[in-house]
C-alpha cells in the first residue's frame, strides 16, 4: 500500500511502488486530468505539482511522492467553480484540442505560486518543455499573463 | 574554513609578488572608426565564422536571452564574478573602434585596445597560438556582426584581485606567448587538430586541471578540470569512459553532441558540440584524431573490461525482459536507488531499445556514472539535458522536484555501485545539497 496526499486529501492506493504516479492517478484514484502523452517526460502534458514544483508524473514512481504534497488539475478548482489559472485559459480560449492544457495549467500554477509577477521571458523559459501540438501556444501565453494578474489580485489556489 | 583561511592567505602572498614583477599596462592601440561590411572579404567572413564556431566564442560572449557576441554573461570564478565583454562592432560599448591591430593584440597578448590587461578567463594562454591569418578571419566575422549597444556590467572582483595589474605579474609567471609550433614526427591531421585543440577550441581551459591561481597545470595536461560547476572529463590516460574513446566515436561526438557508446554532450560542452555541428568536416575530424591520441593505448584489462560492457549493454538492448539488476548490496539506500531506478529511469535508459529519441543510453556506458566525482550525474539527473532556448538538441527531462535531496543520494549512489561498479562517491551528500541548492 502506498499512502499520498492529493489535492489536500490523505489516500491509499494499493499500487507497486515502480508504478508512474500518472498511472496511480488515473487508474487508481480516477483524476483524469493528467493525461499521458508520450510516457518518457518529453512532451509535459502529465505535469502535475509535487511539493509546489511541476513534476512529470509519467517518469516518476509513486514510491518517491509518498506523503508529500500532489496537487492536479483538478485541485485547482471545479466546473462550477474554476479557479484562477483555469479561468484564465477559459478566458483567453487557449485550448484547442485541450490535451496538453493540463499540464500547462499546472506548469504555469507552479511558477506564478512561486513568483506572482514573471516577465515574459521567465514564462517563456519556465513554459520551455510543455508542448502544444496544436500551436495554441501565443494564447496559452497571454492566459498565464492573464491569471498572474489574477494571483496578484486574488491568490491561486 | 580554516584550510580556506590559508588558502586565501596564500594567493594574497602570491599576488604581493605578482604586483612586484608585474607591469601595470601597456600603451594604447589609437581607435579607428568601425569598418565598413564591405571592407571584408565575403570568404573571409565565412573562413571566419567557422573559426569562432571552434573558438566557442559565442557561448561566453553573450548573455542568456542576450543578443549573440554582445556580452554580458557574468562567469563566476574563485576570485570573482567577470562579465563577459561585448565583442560586436557597437562603437561605444563593444569593439567598434578596434583596429585589427588592437583585437591581434587581445588574441595574441591578452590586453585591451586601452592598454589593460585582460583577466585570464579570457583563454588568451590558448589564443596565442592562432596565427595573424586565422586572427584576421576571425576579426572578419566579428566586425560584421550586428552592433549591439549594450553595456557590459562591471566585474565583481574580490579585493585584491580586481587590481587588473596584478595579472601582468601572473601573466610573468603562467603565460606563454607564441604562436603554435607543429610537431613534425606527427601527421598533417594531427597537426592540424592539436593546432585548434590547444588554440582556438581551448579545449585545456576546461580539461586541464588548474593551479591555486588560476592557472592551467602544465604538467598535468588534459587530467580533467572543471568548467562553471561540472567536471570536465580527463582525456588522457586515466580518461574515465568505461569505453575508450576511438578517433571516429569523437568525431561523431563532437559534431553531434552524441555518441551511441558513450554519452550526450551535457553542460557547458554541449554548446562546443553546437557549435561543432557548423564547422568543416574536415577540422572536427582532425580535433579528434588529437584529442585520441591524447589517450595511451589502453591496456589490455581495459579493453577486456570495455568489452563486457559492451556485450551487457548489447544484451540489454535485445532482451525485451531489461529489468534492472538486483543491487549488490541489500543495504536500504541500495533498495530505494534500485527503486527509484526501475519507476524513474529505467523506461528510457533500460527498455531494450537502442539510443534513439525513445531509448537513452544504457548506464553502464555512461562516463558521468564513472566519474571521479559524483557532481554531473547528479547535475544531469536534477537538471535533465535541454537544447537552449528555441535551439535544437539532445533531450532529457529533469528530476528536480520530483526527488527529494535524500532520494537523489540514494539513486546517485545506487548507479555508480550497480552501473559505475566503481568504489562509492563519498561526498555524494553535500554535491547533492549543492546542486539543489544552486539551481545553476
Same mark, same amino acid.
Given at each position: 500500500?502506498?499512502?499520498?496526499?492529493?489535492?489536500?486529501?490523505?489516500?491509499?492506493?494499493?499500487?507497486?511502488?515502480?508504478?508512474?504516479?500518472?498511472?496511480?492517478?488515473?487508474?487508481?484514484?480516477?483524476?483524469?486530468?493528467?493525461?499521458?502523452?508520450?510516457?518518457?517526460?518529453?512532451?509535459?502534458?502529465?505535469?502535475?505539482?509535487?511539493?509546489?514544483?511541476?513534476?512529470?508524473?509519467?517518469?516518476?514512481?509513486?514510491?518517491?511522492?509518498?506523503?508529500?504534497?500532489?496537487?492536479?488539475?483538478?485541485?485547482?478548482?471545479?466546473?462550477?467553480?474554476?479557479?484562477?489559472?483555469?479561468?484564465?485559459?477559459?478566458?483567453?480560449?487557449?485550448?484547442?484540442?485541450?490535451?496538453?492544457?493540463?499540464?500547462?495549467?499546472?506548469?504555469?500554477?507552479?511558477?506564478?505560486?512561486?513568483?506572482?509577477?514573471?516577465?515574459?521571458?521567465?514564462?517563456?523559459?519556465?513554459?520551455?518543455?510543455?508542448?502544444?501540438?496544436?500551436?495554441?501556444?501565443?494564447?496559452?501565453?497571454?492566459?498565464?499573463?492573464?491569471?498572474?494578474?489574477?494571483?496578484?489580485?486574488?491568490?491561486?489556489? | 574554513?580554516?584550510?580556506?583561511?590559508?588558502? *586565501?592567505?596564500?594567493?594574497?602572498?602570491?599576488?604581493?609578488?605578482?604586483?612586484? *614583477?608585474?607591469?601595470?599596462?601597456?600603451?594604447?592601440?589609437?581607435?579607428?572608426?568601425?569598418?565598413?561590411?564591405?571592407?571584408?572579404?565575403?570568404?573571409?567572413?565565412?573562413?571566419?565564422?567557422? &573559426?569562432?564556431?571552434?573558438?566557442?566564442?559565442?557561448?561566453?560572449?553573450?548573455?542568456?536571452?542576450?543578443?549573440?557576441?554582445?556580452?554580458?554573461?557574468?562567469?563566476?570564478?574563485?576570485?570573482?564574478?567577470?562579465?563577459?565583454?561585448?565583442?560586436?562592432?557597437?562603437?561605444?560599448?563593444?569593439?567598434?573602434?578596434?583596429?585589427?591591430?588592437?583585437?591581434?593584440?587581445?588574441?595574441?597578448?591578452?590586453?585591451?585596445?586601452?592598454?589593460?590587461?585582460?583577466?585570464?578567463? =579570457?583563454?588568451?594562454?590558448?589564443?596565442?597560438?592562432?596565427?595573424?591569418?586565422?586572427?584576421?578571419?576571425?576579426?572578419?566575422?566579428?566586425?560584421?556582426?550586428?552592433? *549591439?549597444?549594450?553595456?557590459?556590467?562591471?566585474?565583481?572582483?574580490?579585493?585584491?584581485?580586481?587590481?587588473?595589474?596584478?595579472?601582468?605579474?601572473?601573466?610573468? =609567471? =603562467?603565460?606563454?606567448?607564441?604562436?603554435?609550433?607543429?610537431?613534425?614526427?606527427?601527421?598533417?591531421?594531427?597537426?592540424?587538430?592539436?593546432?585548434?585543440?590547444?588554440?582556438?577550441?581551448?579545449?585545456?581551459?576546461?580539461?586541464?586541471?588548474?593551479?591555486?591561481?588560476?592557472? @592551467?597545470?602544465?604538467?598535468?595536461?588534459?587530467?580533467?578540470?572543471?568548467?562553471?560547476?561540472?567536471?570536465?572529463?580527463?582525456?588522457?590516460?586515466?580518461?574515465?569512459?568505461?569505453?575508450?574513446?576511438?578517433? %571516429?566515436? &569523437?568525431?561523431?561526438?563532437?559534431?553531434?553532441?552524441?555518441?551511441?557508446?558513450?554519452?550526450?554532450?551535457?553542460?557547458?560542452?554541449?554548446? *562546443?558540440?553546437?557549435?561543432?555541428?557548423?564547422?568543416?568536416?574536415?577540422?572536427?575530424?582532425?580535433?579528434?584524431?588529437?584529442?585520441?591520441?591524447?589517450?595511451?593505448?589502453?591496456?589490455?584489462?581495459?579493453?577486456?573490461?570495455? %568489452?563486457?560492457?559492451?556485450?551487457?549493454?548489447?544484451?540489454?538492448?535485445?532482451?525485451?525482459?531489461?529489468?534492472?539488476?538486483?543491487?549488490?548490496?541489500?543495504?536500504?539506500?541500495?533498495?530505494?536507488?534500485?527503486?527509484?531506478?526501475?519507476?524513474?529511469?529505467?523506461?528510457?535508459?533500460?527498455?531494450?531499445?537502442?539510443?534513439?529519441?525513445?531509448?537513452?543510453?544504457?548506464?553502464?556506458?555512461?562516463?558521468?556514472?564513472?566519474?571521479?566525482?559524483?557532481?554531473?550525474?547528479?547535475?544531469?539527473?536534477?537538471?535533465?539535458? #535541454?537544447?537552449? #532556448?528555441?535551439?535544437?538538441?539532445?533531450?532529457?527531462?529533469?528530476?528536480?522536484?520530483?526527488?527529494?535531496? @535524500?532520494?537523489?543520494?540514494?539513486?546517485?549512489?545506487?548507479?555508480?555501485?550497480?552501473?559505475?561498479?566503481?568504489?562509492?562517491?563519498?561526498?555524494?551528500?553535500? @554535491?547533492?545539497?549543492?546542486?539543489?541548492?544552486?539551481? #545553476?
Amino acid at each position: 500500500m502506498v499512502t499520498l496526499s492529493v489535492n489536500g486529501r490523505m489516500q491509499q492506493v494499493d499500487a507497486a511502488p515502480d508504478t508512474p504516479l500518472l498511472y496511480v492517478l488515473r487508474d487508481h484514484l480516477q483524476l483524469n486530468g493528467a493525461k499521458y502523452g508520450c510516457g518518457l517526460g518529453q512532451c509535459g502534458s502529465c505535469t502535475v505539482m509535487v511539493d509546489g514544483q511541476a513534476v512529470l508524473s509519467c517518469v516518476t514512481p509513486v514510491s518517491v511522492v509518498q506523503n508529500r504534497r500532489i496537487k492536479t488539475v483538478e485541485g485547482l478548482g471545479t466546473v462550477a467553480d474554476p479557479g484562477p489559472m483555469q479561468r484564465a485559459f477559459i478566458e483567453e480560449q487557449a485550448a484547442q484540442c485541450g490535451f496538453c492544457i493540463p499540464g500547462m495549467m499546472m506548469r504555469a500554477q507552479a511558477l506564478l505560486e512561486r513568483n506572482a509577477s514573471p516577465s515574459q521571458a521567465e514564462i517563456r523559459s519556465h513554459m520551455n518543455q510543455n508542448l502544444c501540438r496544436c500551436g495554441t501556444h501565443m494564447r496559452i501565453l497571454r492566459a498565464i499573463e492573464r491569471a498572474a494578474a489574477a494571483f496578484k489580485t486574488g491568490g491561486g489556489r | 574554513m580554516r584550510m580556506r583561511g590559508v588558502l *586565501v592567505r596564500l594567493r594574497a602572498c602570491a599576488f604581493g609578488l605578482l604586483l612586484l *614583477v608585474g607591469c601595470a599596462s601597456q600603451p594604447a592601440i589609437d581607435s579607428t572608426e568601425p569598418p565598413a561590411r564591405a571592407a571584408f572579404d565575403a570568404a573571409l567572413i565565412a573562413r571566419g565564422a567557422q &573559426l569562432a564556431a571552434i573558438g566557442n566564442c559565442k557561448d561566453c560572449h553573450t548573455a542568456s536571452a542576450g543578443k549573440p557576441y554582445a556580452g554580458g554573461r557574468p562567469l563566476k570564478t574563485q576570485f570573482g564574478t567577470i562579465y563577459a565583454t561585448n565583442i560586436t562592432p557597437d562603437a561605444e560599448t563593444g569593439i567598434g573602434r578596434w583596429s585589427e591591430a588592437a583585437f591581434r593584440r587581445a588574441m595574441h597578448e591578452g590586453v585591451d585596445r586601452q592598454g589593460r590587461h585582460l583577466y585570464p578567463v =579570457f583563454p588568451y594562454d590558448h589564443m596565442t597560438k592562432v596565427t595573424d591569418d586565422d586572427v584576421k578571419a576571425i576579426y572578419a566575422f566579428v566586425m560584421t556582426r550586428e552592433p *549591439v549597444r549594450a553595456e557590459t556590467p562591471p566585474n565583481r572582483m574580490l579585493f585584491p584581485f580586481n587590481m587588473r595589474a596584478l595579472v601582468g605579474g601572473w601573466k610573468h =609567471f =603562467f603565460f606563454e606567448r607564441g604562436r603554435f609550433q607543429p610537431d613534425s614526427a606527427q601527421s598533417t591531421e594531427w597537426n592540424r587538430g592539436a593546432y585548434l585543440a590547444e588554440g582556438l577550441a581551448h579545449c585545456g581551459a576546461c580539461h586541464t586541471p588548474r593551479n591555486l591561481l588560476g592557472a @592551467e597545470k602544465k604538467s598535468r595536461a588534459f587530467a580533467g578540470g572543471e568548467a562553471e560547476n561540472w567536471h570536465a572529463p580527463a582525456l588522457d590516460a586515466a580518461a574515465p569512459a568505461p569505453v575508450p574513446w576511438t578517433a %571516429e566515436q &569523437l568525431y561523431r561526438y563532437l559534431r553531434s553532441g552524441l555518441d551511441d557508446v558513450h554519452d550526450i554532450a551535457a553542460g557547458p560542452m554541449a554548446g *562546443v558540440t553546437h557549435n561543432l555541428a557548423s564547422v568543416s568536416e574536415r577540422d572536427v575530424r582532425a580535433i579528434a584524431v588529437y584529442i585520441a591520441s591524447l589517450a595511451t593505448e589502453p591496456t589490455l584489462a581495459r579493453r577486456k573490461r570495455s %568489452e563486457d560492457i559492451l556485450a551487457y549493454a548489447k544484451r540489454a538492448q535485445t532482451s525485451s525482459a531489461a529489468a534492472p539488476r538486483a543491487a549488490a548490496a541489500d543495504a536500504p539506500q541500495s533498495q530505494s536507488g534500485a527503486a527509484i531506478y526501475a519507476g524513474a529511469c529505467a523506461m528510457c535508459h533500460d527498455n531494450g531499445r537502442a539510443i534513439s529519441s525513445a531509448g537513452a543510453l544504457n548506464l553502464a556506458l555512461s562516463t558521468a556514472v564513472t566519474s571521479p566525482t559524483p557532481g554531473n550525474l547528479i547535475r544531469i539527473i536534477v537538471q535533465g539535458i #535541454e537544447p537552449r #532556448e528555441g535551439e535544437r538538441g539532445r533531450w532529457m527531462p529533469a528530476f528536480a522536484g520530483a526527488l527529494t535531496a @535524500e532520494q537523489l543520494a540514494d539513486l546517485t549512489a545506487y548507479l555508480r555501485s550497480e552501473f559505475g561498479m566503481a568504489p562509492a562517491w563519498r561526498n555524494v551528500d553535500a @554535491e547533492v545539497r549543492k546542486v539543489m541548492r544552486g539551481k #545553476e
